[in-house]
């Protein structure tokens, strides 16, 4: 399964308030509450983060095996 850093962590290192985001129109407060609730989102928001924070993508996500996916398996 995904697994997503502290994305608001990262954006708030980077200077970028949740006031700040939503008032320079950079990300919606749909988007903030999905991050804040770790829940999937669109590349199209994965581009606008690392562009804000001048990261890559590998920095946000990472991949776990999923414990309940995996049972049955070798």
Known sequence: MIVF???MQM???SGW?????RKEKKLPESTLTRLR??????TET????????RCQPGDLIRWVPDPQ????KE
Do not use: F, H, M
């Not at 994965?46 to 924070?53: A, E, H, K, S, W």
């Open 5 to 7: 850093a502290d994305v």
């Open 11 to 13: 954006l708030a290192s």
């Open 17 to 21: 308030t949740t006031y700040r985001l």
């Open 37 to 42: 609730n770790g829940q999937p989102i669109t």
């Open 46 to 53: 994965i581009d606008t983060i690392c562009r804000l924070c």
């Open 69 to 72: 996916k995996e049972q049955g």
